[in-house]
């Protein structure tokens, strides 16, 4: 069974970094993409970043990039989102989520909650 | 920058058959995603690649995918149905999007 277990989240001041984790089992991790996912809540999902098999490739939202890091450590079966110059609008629930086929999210995290407030 | 319309929300009275859409710049062209959020849960993928359903999911949820739109059906609608759904496409610019979302209710 895919489980996704995310960690990391909490208050932060604007302009401050956090880096989120996301802890993978049950499935070959270094043989799938990966990304992350955030919702405000209330409102929708949003892309945010994601990552190729090997970690060589890396993709992000325009609204993200310059100021968020993915990356991964195959080794330990491990997803890292480190996120910098942080901002009210960035206060979001964080899933981190394995790619499947042609583009899809097929296994989710159950989140973690990323909160940016003076 | 490409754009997924859904409408806001979409009813159906139970045992009844449920369609919501997926607007988007010739979609049919597209592989399109559809995901199932419940309150307080994370999403789960419901139809992929337009009409293909994961190991797990009901025969009652279908897809089609075609010109501007994409349709994702409930047939025989029951009230665990009820929830958010979310289309999403892989675009060469934007990279994945998602539609905004539609909120279905059961009657």
Not at chain 2, 47 to 64: A, L, T, V
Request: aromatic share 10%.
């Amino acid at each position: 069974e895919v489980q996704l277990l995310e960690s990391g989240g909490g208050l932060v001041q604007p302009g401050g970094s956090l880096r989120l984790s996301c802890a993978a089992s049950g499935f070959t991790f270094s043989a799938y993409a990966m990304s992350w996912v955030r919702q405000t809540p209330g409102k929708g999902l949003e892309w945010v970043t994601g990552i190729s098999d090997s970690g060589g490739k890396t993709y992000y939202a325009d609204s993200v990039k310059g100021r968020f890091t993915i990356s991964r450590d195959n080794s330990k079966n491990s997803l890292y989102l480190q996120m910098n110059s942080l901002r009210v609008e960035d206060t979001a629930l964080y899933y981190c989520a394995k790619d499947g086929s042609s583009s899809a999210l097929d296994s989710w995290g159950q989140g973690t909650l990323v909160t940016v407030s003076s | 920058s490409y754009e997924l319309t859904q409408p806001l929300s979409v009813s159906v009275a139970l045992g009844q058959t449920a369609s919501i859409t997926c607007g988007g710049n010739q979609i049919g062209s597209k592989n399109v995603h559809w995901y199932q959020q419940k309150p307080g849960q994370a999403p789960v993928l419901v139809i992929y690649s337009d009409y293909n359903r994961p190991s797990g999911i009901p025969e009652r949820f279908s897809g089609s995918n075609s010109g501007n739109t994409a349709t994702l059906t409930i047939s025989g609608a029951q009230a665990g149905d009820e929830a958010d759904y979310y289309c999403q496409v892989w675009d060469s610019s934007t990279r994945r999007v998602f539609g905004g979302g539609t909120k279905l209710t059961v009657l």
